[in-house]
């Protein structure tokens, strides 16, 4: 049976237009439960499974309107775990030289390989953004063409430049 206050609340729950459907139709499960209808016949009534009601019955039953609130569900497990994270903002933090790659600085294509081929982390370029963004690091282009390479030594790497340019006049 019901209290007083119990009941309020649940009439308003099914009466109410602001609550979502889903917990209206609990509120009138347990509503029909204390009128005295079974669980076979409040299912027929509205359109639910037999085991929906006596769940929802048996939740009140134990917990009172709190057990009509539906707790966190799981969801899908995780795909990469706490080492994989771990691993990608190490690799991100560490310079390539250090682990013996032939480049400066990394991109996001060279990350994903590196974690791909070396640590055995198949992470897609856009979840090591997501994992670099989450962790509060913002990935940024370090050459550009109006800006300072990143290797000192460019210059004198890539060579003279071939005769069609034209050298740079001075500005006055």
């Not at 990394?106 to 081929?117: F, H, K, P």
């Not at 004198?156 to 001075?170: A, Y």
Request: include cysteine.
């Amino acid at each position: 049976m019901l209290n007083a206050d119990e009941y309020r609340i649940l009439k308003r729950a099914v009466a109410s237009r602001k609550i979502a459907a889903g917990k209206a139709r609990l509120a009138k499960i347990v509503l029909l439960s204390n009128q005295g209808y079974t669980a076979t016949e409040i299912a027929a009534r509205l359109g639910c499974n037999e085991r929906t009601a006596l769940k929802w019955i048996g939740r009140f039953n134990r917990y009172g309107v709190a057990g009509l609130e539906e707790g966190p569900r799981e969801g899908r497990p995780r795909v990469y775990g706490p080492e994989d994270v771990g691993a990608v903002i190490q690799a991100a933090l560490t310079p390539p030289q250090d682990f013996g790659l032939p480049f400066a600085s990394w991109t996001l294509d060279r990350l994903v390989v590196y974690l791909s081929e070396q640590k055995g982390i198949g992470m897609g370029r856009t979840r090591v953004a997501e994992v670099l963004s989450h962790e509060g690091l913002r990935w940024r282009k370090q050459e550009g063409w109006f800006r300072e390479r990143v290797d000192p030594e460019f210059a004198e790497k890539r060579g003279p430049s071939n005769g069609s340019t034209h050298p740079l006049l001075p500005t006055a």
